[in-house]
């Protein structure tokens, strides 16, 4: 089984960013950014009611403090600092789902981040002391960092598949500073296969293994929406609420 999932609330001051009300209806889990690569204290709380209006679960998209970058630029950040940083943003949007009466349902590292958890280890334990205080499961990738300290750690470990990113033939994406729209038809058989077959097909070629207990969808992808629809209608069956 399967959910999808979406990185979105990433809009700033009058600045937009995706069509989140055009997604919501379409994903069962949202990661809600945090304020460090996009959203403020205004769009944290609309993105969590409207997440809550549509029946949405609601997950922490906390990133490196790199507004200007959008969270997609690499730095140098002890682990103690980087915990800091995670444990002030995760507890922000808290503040927000408690105010709307809702729980956090997990973390997932956004961008830069959550490429560099999957290879470096004091990034991947950061991470984990700060789900040691959230005590919410983690999203990553299989057959990286992400999977062997998040379990070690005694975490909840969900598998993530990307409909709208390429894969390396070491399994991770490439994480690109803007996403390019994709055929949402190629996305949504892409997706099909990393549910039934547990494969993707990487950039060169290679055969590699995934995991796809949640599918993420950009809402900065140009067409995330189209995407979202073929991707739902291709993974209906394999769907946590079906």
Partial sequence: MTAINCDMGEAFGLYKMGDDAGLMPLIDVANVACGFHGSDFNHMRTTVELAKK?????????????LQGFGRREMKIARDELANCLIY????????????????????PHGALYGMAARQEEMAQAVADVAD??????????GTLHE???KARGHTFIPEFYADLDYRDDGTVIITREHDAKDPDEAAAK?????????????NGKEVTVGSA?????SDTPNAVAIAEA???AVAPYLDAA
């Fill in 89 to 108: 943003q995760i507890g922000a949007l808290k503040g927000f789902l408690e105010a709307a009466g809702m729980k956090l349902n997990h973390i997932k």
């Fill in 231 to 233: 991707v739902r209608k």
């Fill in 148 to 150: 062997e300290i998040y």
């Fill in 54 to 66: 549509h029946g949405v679960k609601v997950g922490a998209h906390p990133s490196l403090p790199d």
């Fill in 214 to 218: 949640t599918i993420c969808i950009h």
């Fill in 191 to 203: 997706c099909l296969r990393a549910v039934t077959e547990g494969k993707v097909t990487s950039v």
């Fill in 133 to 142: 205080i959230f005590r919410v499961p983690l999203f990553g990738m299989v």
